[in-house]
């Protein structure tokens, strides 16, 4: 069965920084649109990060840009989200997905319905 999990998850102080990994088992996602979505408490889920099939391209959430970097490693084939200067309402559950239906090359998906497949989650907690 394929699956994603995620790591990397934990407290941390408001200023801190945090490296949150995602690792398919079952097959490779080395080329697949990936990307990484949160839900706070009471919260939807909302898109954080994304990066096309080949990692050349990306696209980032106002509220994270500059401050969150994703990234993929294809020798690994895993997805990490570099998270610094983390603040309080960066608290949330980390989920990461992958869109394993066809994909244009460089094309970024921002969408949750335009990924098919999900982590279980990894929870992140900004403390103030």
């Known amino acids: 069965q394929v699956q994603l999990v995620e790591s990397g998850g934990g407290l941390v102080q408001a200023g801190g920084s945090l490296r949150l990994s995602c690792v398919p088992s079952?097959?490779?996602?080395?080329?697949?649109?990936m990307g990484w979505f949160r839900q706070a408490p009471g919260k939807e889920r909302e898109f954080v990060s994304a990066?096309?099939?080949?990692?050349?391209?990306?696209g980032y959430a106002d509220s994270v840009r500059g401050r969150f970097t994703i990234s993929r490693d294809k020798v690994k084939d895993a997805l990490y989200l570099q998270m610094n200067s983390l603040a309080p309402e960066d608290t949330a559950v980390y989920y990461c997905?992958?869109?394993?239906?066809?994909?244009?090359?460089?094309?970024?998906?921002?969408?949750?319905?335009?990924?098919?497949?999900w982590g279980q989650g990894t929870q992140v907690t900004v403390s103030s």
């Open positions: 997905a992958a869109r394993r239906q066809i994909s244009r090359s460089g094309r970024v998906y921002l969408l949750e319905h335009q990924y098919d497949l």
């Open positions: 990066t096309t099939r080949d990692g050349d391209s990306t």
């Open positions: 079952g097959r490779t996602f080395s080329t697949t649109p």
